[in-house]
């Protein structure tokens, strides 16, 4: 098991960038990959981006693909994503997971979650 805190969520305007963070415990972080997560109010969770392990492949959504950057410390124990290019629609609640098996777009492959950040973009 490990647990996650998300953070850096805030405001940002239409174009501009913002960097979230999750930080992980445990001594057995990099045996897990991690996923990024966002919920917009009265919508499902949707899968933003992911990364395996070791940090040696990382996934996106098509919707985040050539913006979003996700990467990995497992000595620090913190996953990031660089959002740029940010737009309205990218306004949600954005949420780490973490799983022991392969990594996923499905929230429900996901062991571990987070409390959420959130991410308002406005226009």
């Known amino acids: 098991q490990v647990q996650l805190v998300e953070s850096g969520g805030g405001l940002v305007q239409a174009g501009g960038s913002l960097r979230i963070s999750c930080a992980a415990s445990g001594r057995t972080f990099d045996q897990y990959h991690v996923g990024w997560f966002r919920q917009a109010p009265g919508s499902e969770r949707d899968f933003v981006a992911a990364i395996t392990r070791s940090g040696e492949s990382t996934h996106f959504s098509n919707s985040v693909r050539g913006r979003f950057v996700i990467s990995r410390d497992n000595v620090g124990n913190i996953v990031y994503l660089q959002m740029n290019y940010l737009k309205p629609e990218d306004t949600a609640v954005y949420y780490c997971?973490?799983?022991?098996?392969?990594?996923?777009?499905?929230?429900?492959?996901?062991?571990?979650w987070g409390q959420g950040t959130q991410v308002t973009v406005s226009s």
């Open positions: 997971a973490a799983g022991d098996s392969r990594w996923s777009v499905l929230p429900e492959d996901y062991t571990s």
